[in-house]
């Protein structure tokens, strides 16, 4: 059974860090692609970073390059999110996914966990 457990969410002030974790079980981790989403109240659910496998490859939506990094520890089973420099925009729920690229996009798994809160607010 597959399971994605989120954590490391929290309130932070403009311009600090946080760093999520996703630990996950039930499927062979190191060939997965993996990603990070962010849904925000009344808004769509986007693709914040994604992963490859071997960690080799990542891609970051536009609005979050250069503040924020995805990493994994496939000894660990666990998709990181290094987040700095945060902003009032980036306050979402923040989900994991494992999934597959098609043409070079990522497409997700319709699984998903419970995710975990981030607020940025002074």
């Known amino acids: 059974q597959v399971q994605l457990v989120e954590s490391g969410g929290g309130l932070v002030q403009p311009g600090g860090s946080l760093r999520l974790s996703c630990a996950t079980t039930?499927?062979?981790?190191?060939?997965?692609?993996m990603a990070w989403y962010r849904q925000a109240p009344g808004k769509q659910r986007e693709l914040v970073a994604d992963?490859?496998?071997?960690?080799?490859?990542?891609n970051y939506a536009d609005s979050v390059k250069g503040r924020f990094t995805i990493s994994r520890d496939n000894a660990k089973d666990t998709l990181y999110l290094q987040m700095n420099n945060l902003q009032p925009e980036d306050t979402a729920v923040y989900s994991c996914?494992?999934?597959?690229?098609?043409?070079?996009?990522?497409?997700?798994?319709?699984?998903w966990g419970q995710g975990t809160q981030v607020t940025v607010s002074s």
């Open positions: 996914n494992r999934g597959w690229y098609s043409s070079g996009n990522y497409r997700p798994y319709n699984a």
């Open positions: 039930g499927f062979p981790f190191s060939y997965q692609a």
């Open positions: 992963i490859s496998g071997g960690g080799t490859t990542a």
